[in-house]
């Protein structure tokens, strides 16, 4: 049943493309140094207390054994003592430190680590290793530990308030509801993985899976007391991420730990099961929604209250309720967030962080309104359109939603979606339509790029960001391609690792517009130098190896340093995404399956469009698992996942998905930056739940307001 296939024709193709699918790329685990040792952990099968006793004994002497690791004989991490935090949490408290005390926080937390000269002697030998604890009460669920829910410091997480909040009781047509989301986990492909190797006494390389080389870098440095310089972070191919590599983790500093007890190279990767509990998830968040509307769909107030779930240690924050302050024009409106510490370890932002999740609330809470209301979804939001940033009046850097909704509208066919719900029906299957707005902030942060064009005719372009996947190679060759005007074939990117010049870590879909547009103003500057050479008799597009070998040059180079204009702070700038959904619900037995998807993104211009397409459909896709499968359980009674395993912890599979089309309204936004550019790696996701969960009401007429909506909920 595939239909209407879009061409992939436009835009270069990915750059890595070949040597990823030939195997050529290597990934942090696959690097192989002479004398390669490999630690693995043993974890603590208790959620809260402290080791009584551990005996290592028999894993010492276990085949292979180089060096057990616990508290007891850890060497001392000089950043450890000093109480500046190597892995900064992300507002406060103090991140895991292993080894140090004989503390556990959370089930599954490393007690030990073995270094052995095999993988599998590590492993066996973990397993030897035995400890008696002192197990302390514990609680792993935030709804039985809301009483500790707490608002976190900083103007951010600040209760906001406009007008008179308290509206909605008063108006013709309200909503008072819940929405929970389950702990979502990233779990990426590739498994967290570090190979370490001190290249000196006080020099240390690290092969590692990280979204930010120089944020890893100086978290290594920091920990270890080196210069900065000393420590050089690779990672020029991540296998996935979607955030669980944006901050230094504890078993990363073990690692380099090992490597340097052993004087030899370490290699670490988690295991699977590991990963759902070492490397952070989207957290359990309740949200309550209250709002109220006039007869013609005006709104009159929202309130929007979120409580998430962190660590006893970490104050994890993301912005769950900011997106309502503005996603429509409302006058009364009241905010607050909430975080709730449990018995687990730290939650880390995950693919559209904040809005994923307020998303999930506002949108589904917009369509009940709709209903309610007997007016279409889309004209809902057409009739609460905020034509300017309600929360500050400021103007928006660029806004297409309206042409958003319309094109998303035209291609899935919504004029065949009744606005009564459970009112088509075909083969036996209950058909529905349903939307879902997104929404996140489109910035610009500051990057070093380096642009030297050779003899040999090759432009490299060099710079230190991390591409996870999502296509950034290809973008920066696109973007090169257009100022030069040379095929892309004739550029190399040179990117993930320390020692290129710096750029931010990769996330908050913000690095086209940030190192894209230091790639474009670098090769500006480049194409400028030859101008320059050429004098008054230079054409537009030069022979650039001619140029050189006049000039007897070898290569031009040039570095440039490029950041937002200060103008930026007059615009609300954000980029926005509508999804479109029909899926058909069997009524006897509850299977919900997409049958069309449509997702259109006002993502400014669109650089690279091939690797843009993907990244929406990989969004799609990520959003109908969060709607429909993922699920990390706990079981509250001993603090334990039961389902860390990809059996378990579904995620959609190729059967689950269809034909996924991706729109871009494609309208430059040079507010932004001279690319106009406004990223779209979180509004891929941002509101894809809740256009599955209204599609699935206009489907069945029953409301799931508790993710996933897997079958039992709808019969
Ligand atoms: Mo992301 S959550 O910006 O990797």
């Known amino acids: 049943m595939m239909k209407n296939i879009p061409p992939f024709t436009d835009g270069i193709d990915r750059v890595d493309g070949r040597m990823k699918v030939t195997g050529a790329a290597k990934y942090a685990a696959e690097y192989e140094l002479p004398g390669m040792t490999y630690a693995v952990f043993a974890t603590s099968n208790i959620t809260k207390g402290t080791i009584k006793t551990i005996d290592t004994k028999a894993a010492e002497r276990a085949p292979g054994v180089l060096k057990v690791v616990t508290y007891l004989n850890a060497p001392k991490i000089p950043g450890y003592q000093t109480g ?80 008179d909040p308290e509206a909605w009781q008063t108006a013709p047509v309200k909503l008072d509801v819940e929405y929970i989301i389950p702990i979502n986990v990233h779990n990426p492909m590739e498994l967290h993985a570090i190979t370490a190797h001190w290249e000196g006494a006080d020099k240390v390389k690290v092969y590692d899976k990280t979204q930010g080389v120089k944020s890893t870098q100086n978290s290594i440095a920091q920990a270890f007391k080196l210069p900065v310089d000393n420590v050089q972070v690779v990672a020029p191919f991540v296998g996935g991420a979607f955030g669980a590599a944006l901050r230094t983790w504890p078993h990363e500093i073990a690692a380099v730990m090992a490597a340097q007890l052993v004087n030899k190279p370490v290699k670490l990767m988690l295991t699977r ?128 939603l309206k042409e958003a ?108 517009s940030t190192v894209g547009s230091a790639v474009h103003e670098a090769c500006l500057s480049l194409k400028e130098k030859f101008q320059k050479l050429m004098g008054n008799g230079g054409s537009d597009k030069p022979d650039y190896t001619k140029v050189l070998a006049d000039n007897k040059l070898q290569q031009l180079d040039t570095v440039v340093t490029s950041q937002g204009s200060p103008d930026m702070r007059n615009y609300a700038m954000y980029a926005f995404s509508v999804h479109f ?93 001279p690319i106009g550019a406004k990223g779209m790696g979180e509004i891929a996701l941002i509101g894809m739940s809740a256009a599955v969960a209204n599609a699935v009401f206009n489907a069945t007429g029953k409301r799931i307001r508790e993710l996933p909506i897997t079958p039992d909920k709808l019969i």
């Open 273 to 400: 099961e590991q990963m759902f509990n070492s490397v952070g998830y989207r957290p359990y968040t309740s949200q309550k929604i209250s709002l109220g509307a006039a007869a013609d769909g005006k709104l009159t107030s929202i309130i929007h209250q979120a409580n998430g779930q962190t660590s006893s240690f970490e104050e994890f924050t993301e912005g769950t309720v900011n997106m309502t302050r503005f996603m429509y024009a409302c006058p009364n409106l009241g905010t607050q967030y909430k975080i709730t510490p449990t018995d687990v370890n730290t939650p880390t932002w995950m693919r559209g962080p904040g809005e994923a999740t307020g998303a999930f609330a506002l949108e589904s809470a917009m369509d009940e309104l709709a209903d309610k209301l007997d007016i279409d979804p889309i004209e809902v939001r057409l009739r609460n359109y905020a034509e300017t940033d309600p929360e500050t009046g400021k103007p928006w850097s660029t806004k297409y």
């Open 84 to 163: 500046k935090d190597p892995s900064k949490p992300a507002t406060g408290g103090t991140p895991l430190r292993l080894f140090t005390d004989n503390t556990v926080k959370f089930n599954g937390q490393p007690i030990a680590l073995v270094i052995a000269d095999t993988f599998e002697r590590a492993t066996y030998a973990a397993s030897l290793i035995n400890a008696q604890y002192n197990a302390e009460a514990f609680q792993t669920d935030l709804e039985k530990n809301a009483g500790k829910a707490n608002t976190p410091k900083g103007p951010r997480f600040a209760d906001y308030k406009r007008g």
């Open 405 to 512: 909704y319309e094109m998303g509208a035209d291609k899935i066919g919504w004029k065949n979606r009744k606005n009564k719900p459970r009112s088509v029906q075909e083969d036996g299957w209950l058909i529905g339509y349903g939307i879902g707005s997104g929404v996140f902030g489109a910035g610009r942060g500051r990057a070093t790029v380096e642009a030297v064009y050779q003899a040999d005719g090759t432009l490299h372009i060099k710079t230190s960001v991390t591409d996870i996947g999502v296509g950034t190679g290809t973008a920066l060759a696109q973007v090169a391609a257009d100022v030069f005007q040379i095929p892309a074939q004739n550029i190399k990117i040179e990117l993930g690792d320390s020692s290129l010049p710096p750029s931010p870590t990769q996330g908050g879909s913000m690095i086209t």
């Open 581 to 673: 959904v029909q899926v058909k619900v069997h009524p006897a037995t509850g299977v919900v399956r997409v049958n069309q998807v449509v997702s259109v993104a006002d993502a400014g211009h669109i650089v690279s469009p091939k690797t843009a397409r993907s990244q929406i459909i990989g969004g799609a896709i990520g959003g109908i698992g969060m709607a429909l499968m993922e699920e990390g359980v706990v079981d509250h009674r001993f603090g334990r996942y039961v389902n860390n395993n990809f059996a378990d912890y579904h995620v959609p599979v190729s059967a689950d998905i269809p034909q996924v089309e991706a729109l871009f309204v494609n309208k430059p936004d040079y507010k932004v930056n």
